[in-house]
């Protein structure tokens, strides 16, 4: 998505030299993504849903778990209505390119949160596993 984006900037303002010269087509960039997104988004939705019965399991409502599941489902609503809206909608291009960069910035905030944790959260989840 970042790449169609850089692509389309330097296009709009003819300014193609050196590396970029050697960037793929806007249409085969979208592509990509669009398949990206496709391949993704079965993984992301199966790590939510493990996600949730495994938390329900040990019953663990600290505040980083919560902002945690809070971002993964905002990440997964943000994927799934790129995926619709290019489905329904027609979106292509810097509208998709645009939702995939929010999709995943929401799922880097998840990763944040999880490596950020507390020291103390970290033991106590040890401490509960089965």
Known sequence: ATLYLIQEHLLKTKQIDGVFRRLPALDVLDRAEHRFLLAGFPLLTIGIVT???????VEMGGQSEVLRAVFGYVTWLVIAAVLFLRAAAGWRGRRAAYGTIAGFGFAVVVLLVYLLRSP??????VGQLP
């Open 51 to 57: 996600g949730t019965l495994w938390a329900r399991r």
């Open 120 to 125: 103390a959260a970290q033991t106590a989840m």
